[in-house]
């Protein structure tokens, strides 16, 4: 089993263009690598996979060569690009591994700021609680009102809008968004992102592209 998950990274190709890699995990002294939105791909030391050549593989970074130049991508790391203008939040497709528990963790950021996500197809929208709000600078104590129910009960919850969400190579603006006073483990991926992707799941895999 894929014992680290979701990560976006970003790498390229021979020189002519850039490539989309990404790392959602490792089994054993293999990485797996997702390039060019693929499907997942376990990869050892010395695999080439679409001018991908892998040199070394740790328990939480791996160390590619892409068109003779070496690049080593970590675990939660930023995306980068080598020979080509890759890393934009330009991309249409997301590729996420389920975990042991069958949930599809990701991380990616808010408004330019690191967030742990979970995707929750039930949710509505995204909702995070207030101390993440606050890391990723959201005012949202200004924010209009409304009741929720949860599983404690009828809660306030505030109404807000991000203004970015990136996950890998995609980014989307303009986001609804609800902020809760408790703490969450995790920011919820909810219908207000997911419903402008088409999803695919292929047993542990979930893919998103984009409709628009």
């Avoid at 894929?2 to 970003?10: F, I, K, R, V």
């Avoid at 991908?52 to 068109?67: H, I, N």
């Avoid at 020979?83 to 590729?95: H, K, L, P, Y």
């Amino acid at each position: 089993m894929c014992t680290a998950w979701l990560l976006g990274l970003g790498l390229a190709s021979a020189p002519a263009w850039a490539q989309s890699v990404a790392m959602t995990g490792s089994m054993g002294s293999k990485a797996l690598l997702v390039v060019n939105g693929g499907a997942p791909k376990a990869l050892a030391a010395g695999d080439t996979h679409q001018g991908v050549k892998v040199l070394s593989v740790g328990a939480e970074q791996a160390t590619v060569e892409v068109g003779g130049k070496r690049q080593t991508v970590t675990l939660g790391g930023a995306p980068v690009s080598v020979g080509g203008g890759g890393g934009g939040g330009g991309g249409s497709q997301i590729v996420l591994t389920a975990s042991s528990g069958g949930h599809f963790l990701t991380l990616g950021s808010i408004n330019g700021r690191s967030a742990h996500f979970m995707v929750d197809t039930g949710a509505t929208s995204v909702a995070m609680g207030a101390e993440d709000a606050r890391h990723m600078g959201i005012d949202f104590e200004k924010a209009p009102r409304l009741a929720g129910s949860t599983a404690n009960g009828t809660v306030w919850m505030y109404r807000v809008k991000l203004r970015s969400v990136r996950i890998q190579d995609v980014e989307v603006n303009e986001v609804d968004a609800v902020v809760v006073p408790q703490g969450m483990p995790h920011v919820l991926l909810g219908n207000s992102f997911l419903t402008r992707f088409q999803m695919k799941r292929d047993n542990d895999v979930m893919t998103l592209t984009r409709r628009y």
